[in-house]
Nanobody, 117 residues
Framework: QVQLVESGGGLVQPGGSLRLSCVAS????????IKWYRQAPGEQRELVAT???????NYADSVKGRFTISRDNAKNTVYLQMNSLKPEDSAVYYC???????????WGQGTQVTVSS
């Protein structure tokens, strides 16, 4: 069973930056896209960014130009670099495997991001 573990969240002021990490228990990037989702209290889970097996990236309109998804195959890790953070970016962030519009596996514990002055 492949596991993904998120980390890197925290409290940051508006305009600040954070880098989230998603570490996989095995080398899965050649067969799975990796997606970052977020969920704020009382809101539905939202797809934020995707990196495909081929290395293509996609972003939600709300984060384009501010967030960057990348991966390090040697470390089995996908990153989400978040810059120019806004209070509305506050949420629990999750990573998960997928392919196209499908997602595979179960949700992890996520990592909390709070943007506040």
């Amino acid at each position: 069973q492949v596991q993904l573990v998120e980390s890197g969240g925290g409290l940051v002021q508006p305009g600040g930056s954070l880098r989230l990490s998603c570490v996989a228990s095995g080398n899965i990037f050649s067969v799975n896209d990796i997606k970052w989702y977020r969920q704020a209290p009382g809101e539905q889970r939202e797809l934020v960014a995707t990196i495909t097996t081929g290395g293509s990236t996609n972003y939600a309109d709300s984060v384009k130009g501010r967030f960057t998804i990348s991966r390090d195959n040697a470390k089995n890790t996908v990153y989400l670099q978040m810059n120019s953070l806004k209070p509305e970016d506050s949420a629990v962030y999750y990573c998960i495997r997928g392919r196209g519009i499908l997602i595979f596996g179960s949700w992890g514990q996520g990592t909390q991001v709070t943007v506040s002055s």
